[in-house]
């Protein structure tokens, strides 16, 4: 029998997996892992057919656990499941994975694909030693749907022992539909750079195994022909640069630099850059991303120096002259820091980037100074850009963390949160993170209190009554919130005092029964995905107790799905709420449903 290996830190997701798909027994067995280490002591001894992996997970992340598969176990079909929201993901992912799936994942969804992924899982025919040309106009005329793999190997050894050893330089994969290029990968090349690459190729070793096209990405449009006659081209033009290896090591050195620079590891960008300008003293790029890694003020002057002699118009050396300019205050100084957004030098205890005016959110004190009016829009959304470029690649806590500051200078408080958000479970589990952890706290109350100020600015009328509201709290009502995300908990609790509601929080089910029983609550807000009983087996016991049954519950639920929705109405909540939501909406509904509630005698009062 064919094995599914499960990877996910949430005992509740396996347990929900291994359920749903119990009825499947009998065409997989699911094996389970709970973290990147056991998956592959997993996939060491035991014949996986397929993987389905989570991307966030502590001690290590599902894209290291991709590039892994990528490299030793490149035949096996994967299938992601995220909550995981950013730019550019998909396509990163795209090549690596048979599918992705946003959770909350449906299980018939998720058994249909594993089906159809283990149909593609074939053992594979090796097509020997040939030009991928010849193959390709070979599949061409016979209509075929397949992914051929490509691998040069300068011993000629068999293409799975090339891979088993991870022999991976020049290895790639041709997406072939009716015989038709429609997508490629080789190495960090995707698309039509990758197909030219390996198209080029003669005397590889080359296999074939099943594809199912139904979630395959089309990213190569150009016809058959096209491809190989520029492939040919690219070819001829290869042939005298072959001999020149160092000048491709030469930028791997850039590329390395930049890359570092791009994480905010400045220290370690230095090495590669430094290496880089020594052999390359007339390449102005090299001295301008130099210029943005050292920490020395007169090291920073020299090497915009250098890139301003070579480049005088550049407009990207012109901007970073200026932000040295602006530091001729500080030349003194041993050492600078740096802008995590705009890369200007600044004092090592600047609060703001004198640059491009960003709150750096380096403490409590910083957001006094937050303004967003004053911030550079084009430099913010350019490190915005950036940073999720990053994310798309890792789970990177510090990049997690300036992403959601770039997007609080930009005002957009619901961006900021997605990332803070995640940033939360990554930190809280490791005691290093603490002082970071106590500034994205202090952070989710600025939002919150904020959110609640532009939001709860109201039309005259609506100020009256939501003013009438408070008054009639006298006594005030309890709201149980039960929600496991640490920050959208603090949101929701921080609007709701604004609104004159005593809360009580729990961050799973069990929690909030005790709760229930310890202090019975004027309503609840109930998240759907939660941990050891999710939201609607929860619904279920309070409405099936007697004690709790008339206690209003409005469901929580960052999914806008019809299936959510129609789940939310046919059950026994008073209401259903999408979020991110604003926090008067939310008063208004909480408001709303606790006046119909309430003892007639208390609303005559």
């Not at 176990?73 to 090549?95: F, K, N």
């Not at 890139?307 to 932000?323: F, S």
Request: charged content about 30%; glycine content about 4%.
């Amino acid at each position: 029998m064919k094995k599914v290996l499960l990877v996910d830190d949430d005992e509740v997701v396996h347990e929900l997996i291994n359920t749903t798909l119990s009825k499947y027994s009998s065409v997989f067995e699911l094996v389970h892992a709970f973290d990147i280490k056991s998956a592959a002591a997993v996939l060491e001894k035991e014949e996986i057919s397929l993987i389905v992996t989570d991307l966030v997970m502590p001690g290590g992340d599902g894209f290291q656990l991709l590039s892994q598969l990528h490299e030793k176990h490149a035949d096996l079909p994967c299938i992601v499941m995220t909550s995981y929201e950013l730019p550019e993901l998909e396509e990163r992912l795209a090549g690596k994975v048979f599918q992705i799936f946003k959770k909350p994942v449906m299980s018939q969804e998720l058994a249909e694909a594993i089906i159809r992924g283990l149909k593609t899982q074939q053992k594979k025919s090796d097509l020997g030693e040939f030009s991928v040309v010849g193959i390709v106009q070979l599949m061409e005329t016979e209509g075929t749907t397949c992914r051929l793999d490509v691998h040069k190997s300068s011993d000629h050894r068999d293409i799975n022992q090339c891979i088993e050893q991870n022999c991976k330089e020049y290895r790639g994969s041709l997406y072939l539909v009716q015989g038709t290029i429609h997508d490629a990968a080789c190495g960090k090349l995707v698309g039509e750079e990758a197909a030219l690459k390996l198209l080029s190729m003669e005397g590889v070793q080359v296999s074939s195994c099943l594809l199912d096209s139904k979630n395959l990405t089309r990213r190569v449009h150009k016809s058959n022909q096209n491809l190989l006659i520029n492939a040919m081209i690219q070819k001829d033009h290869q042939c005298g640069e072959e001999e020149d290896v160092e000048q491709p090591q030469q930028q791997k050195l850039l590329d390395e630099g930049i890359r570092l620079c791009e994480r905010l590891e400045f220290s370690q960008a230095q090495k590669p850059l430094m290496a880089f300008v020594k052999d390359n003293r007339q390449n102005a790029e090299g001295w301008l991303w130099l210029s943005r890694a050292v920490t020395e003020p007169k090291k920073i002057k020299a090497a915009l120096a250098e890139a301003y002699r070579l480049e005088p118009e550049d407009a990207d050396i012109l901007e970073d002259v200026e932000k040295a300019r602006l530091l001729s205050s500080t030349a003194g100084e041993v050492k600078v820091s740096r802008c995590p957004f705009c890369y200007a030098p600044l004092e090592l205890q600047a609060a703001v980037c004198i640059f491009c005016k960003s709150s750096l959110l380096t403490e409590s004190k910083a957001l006094a100074k937050l303004d967003t009016g004053a911030v550079d829009q084009r430099l913010m959304r350019q490190a915005a850009t950036r940073f999720e470029k990053v994310l798309a690649a890792e789970v990177n806590p510090k990049i997690l963390f300036y992403a959601g500051a770039a997007y609080l200078n930009l005002n957009d408080f619901d961006k900021a949160l997605t990332y803070f958000d995640l940033l939360m479970p990554i930190i809280q589990v490791d005691s290093r993170h603490q002082k970071v952890a106590e500034q994205v706290t202090q952070i989710v109350e600025y939002i919150a209190a904020n959110q609640k100020l532009e939001e709860r600015t109201p039309k005259p009328d609506q100020a009256r009554k939501e003013k009438q509201i408070i008054d009639n709290q006298a006594n005030k009502r309890t709201v149980l919130v039960v929600e496991d995300s640490p920050t959208t908990r603090k949101v929701i609790k921080m609007t709701l005092q604004s609104g004159g509601f005593r809360v009580i929080e729990a961050v799973d089910g069990v929690e909030a029964l005790s709760k229930l029983n310890d202090d019975r609550p004027d309503m609840v807000l109930l998240d759907i995905m939660l941990p050891k009983i999710d939201g609607y087996k929860l619904l279920s016991i309070i409405k099936k107790n007697g004690e709790t049954k008339d206690i209003p519950v409005v469901m929580l639920t960052s999914k806008n799905r019809i299936i959510d929705k129609v789940k939310g109405h046919l059950s026994a909540a008073s209401a259903y709420l999408t979020k991110p939501f604003k926090p008067a909406e939310l008063i208004g509904v909480v408001s709303s449903i606790l006046d119909k509630t309430a003892p007639e005698e208390a609303q005559a009062s």
